[in-house]
Nanobody
């Protein structure tokens, strides 16, 4: 059974930091591209960051310079280090996995079943 389990969400003040973790099982995370989406109001998820098979991660413009994605294949875990958090970063953050080289949509229906594997999400709340 494929599982992605997120952790590390919480409530912080603006300017603070959080580190999200996503631990995978049921497949080899090193053979997949892993990423993070976030859901604000509504059912649509915004792409935040992904790992890439060429080693160059992707970041949305809104988080460049503040968020860092990393992966520990030995632990089957991908991390999202978030710094200088802003109230507009408040969202449910979802970990997702897709086959290597697959296109990641900038916006997608959250937890769309045919898009890939998804975690359950973790809430991040940033207060001003």
């Amino acid at each position: 059974e494929v599982r992605l389990v997120e952790s590390g969400g919480g409530s912080v003040q603006a300017g603070g930091s959080l580190r999200l973790s996503c631990t995978t099982s049921g497949f080899t995370s090193g053979d997949s591209d892993l990423g993070w989406y976030r859901q604000g109001p509504g059912n649509e998820c915004e792409l935040v960051s992904t790992t890439r098979s060429d080693g160059r991660p992707y970041y949305a413009d809104s988080v460049k310079g503040r968020f860092t994605i990393s992966q520990d294949n030995a632990k089957n875990t991908v991390y999202l280090q978030m710094a200088s958090l802003k109230p507009e970063d408040t969202a449910v953050y979802y970990c997702a996995a897709r086959g290597p080289g697959r296109i990641w949509l900038g916006f997608v229906l959250c937890r769309r079943p045919d898009f890939g594997y998804w975690g359950q999400g973790t809430q991040v709340t940033v207060s001003s």
